[in-house]
């Protein structure tokens, strides 16, 4: 059984920063990609950043330069550090683990229970 807790998030004005933080826990055998999503009242969720196993990073065009995806291995740990907000930033945000519990299944997907970021203007 895996456990995804996430953290961060709240109320910022524009131009300011926030991090949020996910972390799984339990049964993990390896993690292939962690990512970042997040989903505005009335939209889609759309994907925000995403990590490989190898470390390469991928970001949302809507993101980049503004955002920075970052993991911590040893803690199952993935990190968005989100500067210079805007309010079209204002979403829920999830976090993501696409991971195997052993060697011998396939990856399935652990999301976090999701935080609300509000950019105010």
């Known amino acids: 059984q895996v456990r995804v807790v996430e953290s961060g998030g709240g109320l910022v004005q524009a131009g300011g920063s926030l991090r949020l933080s996910c972390a799984a826990s339990g049964t993990i055998f390896s993690i292939n990609i962690m990512g970042w999503y997040r989903q505005a009242p009335g939209e889609q969720r759309e994907q925000v950043a995403a990590i490989t196993s190898g470390g390469d990073k991928n970001y949302a065009d809507s993101v980049k330069g503004r955002f920075t995806i970052s993991k911590d291995n040893a803690k199952n740990t993935v990190y968005l550090q989100m500067n210079t907000l805007k309010p079209d930033d204002t979403a829920v945000y999830y976090c993501?683990?696409?991971?195997?519990?052993?060697?011998?299944?396939?990856?399935?997907?652990?999301w976090g229970q999701g935080t609300q970021v509000t950019v105010s203007s």
């Open positions: 993501n683990f696409r991971l195997r519990t052993t060697p011998w299944t396939g990856t399935t997907d652990y």
